[in-house]
Each structure stands twice: as structure tokens, then as C-alpha cells.
């Protein structure tokens, strides 16, 4: 029980790391396009695209309850990347 909440939290947080990246870059390529509230959205449709790519079902369910399970982990993996991001913001801050 103990291994599967370790490798479920070590697998949430390279989602995230991976969900800030993707994000960065695409507010990179498109400057003028992505903004406050797109760019949340964007984060959290990379979050959950993510989560079905790399099977991610942190809950263990079967059935319909695995397509919750993966959202669910795609919403978490990018409001952890939106944490990142603000500590990473912060850290730019203080260093300058």
C-alpha cells in the first residue's frame, strides 16, 4: 500500500513538472494568444491529456471509474503545476 501511494506521488509530480513545461512552451510559441485564464485551462487540458497518454490511474478503479481516476489525476497534476510555477515565479523574484 505504501510502495503504490509512493510511486502514484512520484508519478503525480513528473506529471506536473511535465505539464509546466508543456505550458511554458506553448505560452512561448504563442505570446499574444495565451494568457491568465487560457493559460489555466491549457494547463489543465495538458494535465489530463497527459494522464490518458502516460495511463495514469492513481485510484485503481475499473471500469468508468478509471476514466474519473485519470481526469482526476490530470486536474491534480496541473494545479500542481500551476504550484510549481508560482515557486518557481518566486524564486526568480527573490534572486534578482
Given at each position: 500500500?505504501?510502495?503504490?501511494?509512493?510511486?502514484?506521488?512520484?508519478?503525480?509530480?513528473?506529471?506536473?513538472?511535465?505539464?509546466?513545461?508543456?505550458?511554458?512552451?506553448?505560452?512561448?510559441?504563442?505570446?499574444?494568444?495565451?494568457?491568465?485564464?487560457?493559460?489555466?485551462?491549457?494547463?489543465?487540458?495538458?494535465?489530463?491529456?497527459?494522464?490518458?497518454?502516460?495511463?495514469?490511474?492513481?485510484?485503481?478503479?475499473?471500469?468508468?471509474?478509471?476514466?474519473?481516476?485519470?481526469?482526476?489525476?490530470?486536474?491534480?497534476?496541473?494545479?500542481?503545476a500551476n504550484y510549481l510555477n508560482g515557486v518557481v515565479k518566486k524564486l526568480k523574484t527573490?534572486?534578482?
Open positions: 500500500m505504501v510502495d503504490h501511494l509512493i510511486n502514484n506521488l512520484s508519478l503525480l509530480t513528473c506529471m506536473a513538472i511535465l505539464v509546466e513545461a508543456v505550458t511554458e512552451i506553448f505560452k512561448t510559441a504563442l505570446p499574444d494568444h495565451i494568457k491568465d485564464r487560457s493559460s489555466y485551462v491549457l494547463s489543465i487540458l495538458i494535465g489530463i491529456s497527459l494522464s490518458f497518454a502516460l495511463d495514469a490511474n492513481p485510484l485503481a478503479l475499473e471500469g468508468n471509474g478509471y476514466y474519473v481516476s485519470v481526469i482526476v489525476a490530470g486536474i491534480l497534476s496541473s494545479r500542481g527573490a534572486s534578482q
